[in-house]
């Protein structure tokens, strides 16, 4: 790890024949002080790049025995580059919520400079002095208090919040005994015509952890919501944390992270603008949470986390309508992460070349940081990976060896 700013050298390394090309790892922000993670990443009209990430005390540093995703000190801090993402400033704070810790700020930018972030958040409330606590949602000392939208119409150096609307049905309270509010890890999606378009998660059933995805549309950028149905449920699978893109053709498709289907990614798709989604379907590989941009060829970059040994940060090139997500060549970009804590990558781009890849990141179970990769992707190459098992992977860290490709789960 550098200090922050730097360029680290960890996991550098060219991709050969595969149109794809790793320039350097970033470290963003590290401080051994806090826990930081969940970031997102925009790119302004200028240029200029803003990143939100949740930043909260790294509880191992005063003794604790283990990290934590809830805490009651967790603010959400933002920083800036002017220069692809090579150097940052010191994050300055975004936003904290007087009564709990806020997780997973996911943001987008609209062409009027404004700039909207979606965040939810946990109180501590011990279940004793929990009224009515067989409502609420728990994790351990904590409570859910749902899902909460800031603005800035300044480029991000002030912030309004508002709280979004309940899902029709929403069984779970908050503290003070109100439905919870919409939330969602993961991005939305600003249609053609308009429309802003999020993907939230909500029980599927009395099991208030088996969710289901919901999709709410704004036509005004998040000032109001209405609820437009079901994007994917099971009674099996769960579904979480969903990133939207809409294909060059106009079709609307709902990256999602799942629970009960062996980590693997799964994929919904709406062909009339998010009015209806057909099935979800097994995706067949493993790797959560997700994001996608445009390439200016028009194929699509998908990123990943990648939870499982050798821990780290995945991605496939798509064509334009996402409809190889299955079969497209996976590139490693790093695989010398120390623990499953890690990933939620965000991806930008810089320019017409390249592009910025944001996560989180720790090394041998240390203190968790906010690290980039740049990346380059040719325009119009195919992407070729090497072939194992009718899968295509390729390795960023030299020619990749059948024994290394080999642990990889082929499906």
């Known amino acids: 790890m550098g200090p922050t700013g730097a360029i680290d050298e960890g996991g550098m390394g060219a991709a050969r024949g ?11 922000f590290a401080d051994d002080t806090y826990h930081c993670g969940f970031p ?5 009209p200028d240029g200029e790049l803003l990143l939100a990430f949740r930043r909260a005390p790294d509880r191992r540093r005063f003794g604790a025995t283990g990290y934590t995703h809830t805490d009651a000190n967790a603010q959400l801090v933002l920083t800036r580059s002017r220069d692809g993402g090579r150097t940052w400033a010191p994050p300055a704070l975004l936003h904290a919520h007087p009564l709990a810790g806020l997780q997973d700020p996911s943001l987008v930018a609209f062409d009027d400079g404004s700039i909207l972030c979606a965040t939810y958040g946990w109180m501590w409330l011990p279940p004793a002095s929990a009224p009515g606590a067989d409502r609420l949602f728990r994790a351990g000392d904590f409570a859910f208090v749902g899902g909460l939208l800031l603005r800035s119409d300044d480029t991000g150096i002030s912030w309004h919040s508002t709280i979004p609307p309940s899902i029709p049905g929403e069984s779970r309270l908050d503290p003070f005994g109100r439905p919870v509010p919409a939330y969602n890890r993961g991005a939305m999606c600003q249609t053609r015509d308009g429309r802003l378009l ?3 998660a909500a ?22 919501w209405a609820h437009a149905g079901l994007v994917a449920a099971d009674d099996r699978v769960l579904f979480n944390e969903a990133s939207l893109y809409e294909t060059s053709a ?16 799964a994929v919904a798709r709406s062909k ?28 699509a970059l998908l990123v990943y986390g990648y939870r499982h040994a050798p821990f780290g940060i995945r991605a496939r090139v798509l064509d334009a309508e996402c409809l190889d997500v299955g079969s497209a060549a996976e590139f490693v970009l790093r695989d010398d992460g120390g623990s499953r804590d890690l990933g939620y990558p965000w991806v930008t781009m810089v320019d017409d070349d390249s592009a910025l890849v944001a996560y989180y990141f720790n090394n041998a179970d240390g203190p968790r940081y906010i690290a980039a990769t740049v990346v380059e992707v040719d325009a119009g190459a195919p992407a070729r ?22 642990k990889l789960p082929c499906r």
């Open 250 to 265: 106009g079709d609307i498709v709902a990256f999602l992270r799942t629970g009960h289907l062996d980590d693997n990614t």
């Open 198 to 200: 999020w993907a939230v």
């Open 18 to 28: 595969a149109g794809v090309r790793k320039v350097e790892d970033v470290v963003v």
């Open 272 to 299: 009339d603008g998010g009015r209806t989604f057909g099935p979800w379907q097994n995706a067949g590989f493993r790797g959560h949470p997700h994001h996608v941009a445009r390439l200016p060829d028009g194929r």
């Open 203 to 224: 029980p599927a059933g009395v099991d208030p952890q088996h969710t289901a995805v919901h999709l709410l549309t704004s036509p005004d950028r998040g000032s109001t």
């Open 385 to 406: 990976g090497v072939e194992v098992s009718g899968r295509a992977i390729a390795y960023f860290k030299g020619e990749p060896s059948n024994d290394r490709v080999g």
């Open 40 to 44: 997102s990443v925009v790119r302004r």
